[in-house]
């Protein structure tokens, strides 16, 4: 079993940056692909940034070139540092976490999820 607890969440004006931190509790961190989501009023649940057990990392079309995602292992934490926020990238933000391999970029593939963060990104 593993708990994710996400933080970093808040308001910040278009053009600004925030880095959302998921803190990781349970069996080994490191044997985990780990995935940032995140859902809009109205639409599906998204896929933003996945970095799988190998160090592949995977992104959006959408966020390339302004989101990074990070793990530190020691840390048991995962981070997307997200810059050059724009108001379409309002959304509550999740941090999810597969017993896999590989990054997926599909949610029903991921056992675990956190509770979720909001970030409101205004023009």
């Known amino acids: 079993q593993v708990q994710l607890v996400e933080s970093g969440g808040g308001l910040v004006q278009a053009g600004g940056s925030l880095r959302l931190s998921c803190a990781a509790s349970?069996?080994?961190?490191?044997?985990?692909?780990m995935g940032w989501f995140r859902q809009a009023p109205g639409k599906e649940r998204e896929f933003v940034a996945g970095?799988?057990?190998?160090?592949?990392?995977d992104y959006t079309d959408s966020v390339k070139g302004r989101f990074t995602i990070s793990k530190a292992n020691a840390k048991n934490t995962v981070y997307l540092q997200m810059n050059s926020l724009k108001p379409e990238d309002t959304a509550v933000y999740y941090c999810?976490?597969?017993?896999?391999?590989?990054?997926?970029?599909?949610?029903?593939?991921?056992?675990?999820w956190g509770q979720g963060t909001q970030v409101t990104v205004s023009s």
């Open positions: 999810a976490a597969r017993a896999d391999y590989g990054v997926s970029r599909s949610a029903v593939n991921y056992n675990y």
């Open positions: 349970g069996r080994t961190f490191s044997m985990y692909t």
């Open positions: 970095s799988g057990i190998s160090g592949y990392l």
